[in-house]
């Protein structure tokens, strides 16, 4: 094979490596079951680099492996899925894969090739997949999760652009693994605050507390998406002179009604419409862009106006209005969710000033 040829031959690979790359991320960012997407990327990715057999394994605690995804070439019939094979269970290829290198297991320990002899193994590629154990309240760390595993009938000389695609690979399992993760963790604190005291016992939406803790949640999971997170912070004008003229039921009948408008605007499944404090309401909008969060603002001062509430001597209006400040952010590791807060609370805090309007607050 010429120079060229052989170039072209390399640009058409990467071009290939490309499409299963965005072909993962989509199947990732789509929140496909971890198991789904594990298989999607054993069966394309062989396919692609065109090996015999590739596998993804789970090590939970030592000594014990997991077969969760396997990938097999026409030509190759043997699966191990029933049988018991761990090449890297030899303390010394552990101990790379643990520091985060790839390994030939053969020539780190030569008494794996008789294994490898028996199986039809003439060449084997193991590489590390290495996931954050991700605590709320603690900092990250990274450990083995598992392998992502390449076994050759022939002998196989590993390009450098080869191997690049198939750390981008090992990555792409770390994120959905970590996705899955974050996602589980999310359902189980929902269920665990479903037990707990979770609304307003007023306006029947969720109450502070438990805004505080999906907040939290939902930073980490969209840091991990690259994902948009907005949140709106919404306050009655004058809403003390309201209550001095109206009175406690007045004021109560009041926030229920803007409750509910809350509630019929931002209705996906995944928003949420919380009690901030007192007459202030927060509104979180997961994977909502600045101008999606603007909108819902919108659709919200202009729907509960339309409830006309009375409001006698204020200054925007003779009915009840709503000032809303507005922020939206993609997390990152280096920024805090009191960020987020704190630009919603600026934004709010300058709507007040001119009244009846949403007002953005973005220069992070």
């Known amino acids: 094979m010429n120079k060229q040829t052989s170039w072209e031959t390399q640009c058409y690979q990467l071009q290939e490596h490309e499409y299963v790359l965005g072909k993962i991320s989509y199947a990732i960012y789509q929140k496909k079951n971890l198991q789904d997407i ?28 997991i077969l969760l995804s396997e990938s097999l070439s026409e030509s190759e019939s043997l699966s191990l899925k029933n049988i018991l094979y761990s090449s890297w269970n030899s303390d010394k290829i552990l101990h790379q894969l643990e520091q ?10 030569e008494s794996i090739q008789a294994q490898q002899f028996q199986l039809g193994i003439q060449s084997e590629l193991i590489l590390p997949i290495l996931v954050h154990n991700y605590h709320f309240e603690e900092t990250s760390k990274s450990q083995l999760w598992g392998m992502l595993v390449i076994h050759q009938r022939d002998r196989r000389d590993w390009q450098p652009f080869e191997l690049n695609f198939l750390n981008q690979i090992v990555m792409q399992v770390a994120i959905a693994i970590q996705q899955a993760q974050l996602l589980i963790q999310l359902k ?6 479903k037990q707990q005291k979770i609304k307003d016992d007023l306006t ?33 004008d004058g809403f003390e002179h309201y209550h001095q003229i109206y009175g406690s039921a007045a ?14 605007t931002a209705k996906r499944p995944a928003d949420l419409v919380a009690r901030y404090d007192q007459e202030i309401f ?34 925007m209006s003779c009915y009840v209005t709503m000032s809303l400040g507005t922020t939206s952010i993609i997390p990152t590791p280096i ?20 009244g009846d309007c949403v007002l953005v607050r973005s220069d992070f």
């Open 251 to 264: 004021r109560d009948s009041c926030l229920q009604l803007v409750a509910a408008v809350f509630l019929e």
């Open 100 to 109: 985060g290198t790839v390994c030939n297991p053969s020539e780190i320990d």
């Open 335 to 354: 920024q805090e969710v009191k960020t987020l807060i704190q630009h919603s609370e600026k934004a709010l805090k300058q709507a007040k000033k001119e």
């Open 204 to 236: 029947q939406i969720s109450n502070r507390r438990y805004f505080d803790k999906i907040i939290e949640i939902e930073w980490k999971r969209l840091e991990r998406e690259s994902c948009f997170l907005s949140l709106i912070l919404c306050q009655v």
């Open 188 to 193: 189980a604190v929902k269920e665990q605050l």
């Open 38 to 65: 594990l298989n999607i990327i054993t069966i394309n990715v062989r396919k692609i680099i065109r090996a015999d057999r590739i596998l993804i394994y789970h090590k939970p605690v030592a000594n014990l492996d």
């Open 282 to 315: 927060a509104i979180l909008l997961p994977n909502t862009h600045l101008e999606g969060a603007v909108k819902i603002a919108e659709a919200i001062r202009t729907r509960v106006k339309l409830l006309q509430i009375p409001h006698q001597d204020s200054p």
